[in-house]
C-alpha cells in the first residue's frame, strides 16, 4: 500500500507524522521447497553427521542433526509481513522510529525475484531496517529516500545473502 497522507489532528506532545511512503513486506523471501530440495538438503545433513562420528567430532553430528531438524519443523512458517513509513523526519519501521540524522545511508539490492531495501543505521545498539520493496516502485523508494539519507550506489549483495538465497533456504 502506497501512501501520501498528512495527520491533521495532533494530541499535544506527540509526533504527528507526515507520510511520504508506506508499505507492508516481507523482510525474506519465502522460497518454494521441492522435494527433490527436502532430500538434497536432508541427504548433506546425513553425510555430515556420518562424517562427524567416523572422525570422532560428535559435536558436529550433533549440530548438524539439530540444524536439520529445526529447519524440517519450521519450514512451513511464512515470513511476517512487516510495516515501513518513510516520513519527512525519520523512519518508522514497525514500532521503532529513527531519525533521519540517525540514519548511516541506504540502497536497493535488486535480484531477479525481489528488491530489497536495506537502511544502515549509525547505532550499533539497533539492528539496520531490512525489508523487500513489495509492489512499490524501487525508484521512486530511492527518489525519496535520496532527499534525507545518502545512496550506497555501489553496494552488491552480501556473500552469505547470495548463498542463502541460492541455496533458497
Not at 151 to 166: A, G, N, S, T
Request: aromatic fraction near 10%.
Amino acid at each position: 500500500m502506497n501512501t501520501a497522507q498528512n495527520s491533521t489532528t495532533a494530541t499535544p506532545g506527540l509526533r504527528v507524522p507526515k507520510v511520504l511512503l508506506a508499505w507492508s513486506a516481507a523482510t525474506h523471501f519465502n522460497h518454494e521447497h521441492t522435494p527433490r530440495w527436502y532430500m538434497t538438503g536432508g541427504a548433506i545433513v546425513l553425510i555430515v553427521a556420518a562424517y562427524g562420528i567416523l572422525s570422532g567430532a560428535w559435536t558436529l553430528t550433533l549440530v548438524s542433526l539439530l540444524l536439520g531438524g529445526v529447519y524440517f519443523l519450521v519450514r512451513n512458517e511464512k515470513t511476517p509481513l512487516r510495516s515501513i513509513q518513510i516520513e519527512i523526519d525519520g523512519v518508522q519501521f514497525e514500532d521503532s522510529f529513527t531519525p533521519w540524522d540517525q540514519c548511516k545511508d541506504f540502497w536497493l539490492v535488486q535480484t531477479p525475484l525481489f528488491t530489497e531495501l536495506k537502511i544502515i543505521r549509525k547505532s550499533r545498539f539497533q539492528s539496520d531496517i531490512r525489508i523487500q520493496t513489495g509492489e512499490i516502485d524501487p525508484t521512486l523508494i530511492r527518489t525519496t529516500l535520496s532527499q534525507f539519507i545518502p545512496l550506497r550506489p555501489d553496494q552488491k549483495e552480501h556473500f552469505l545473502d547470495v548463498i542463502i538465497r541460492l541455496c533458497k533456504l
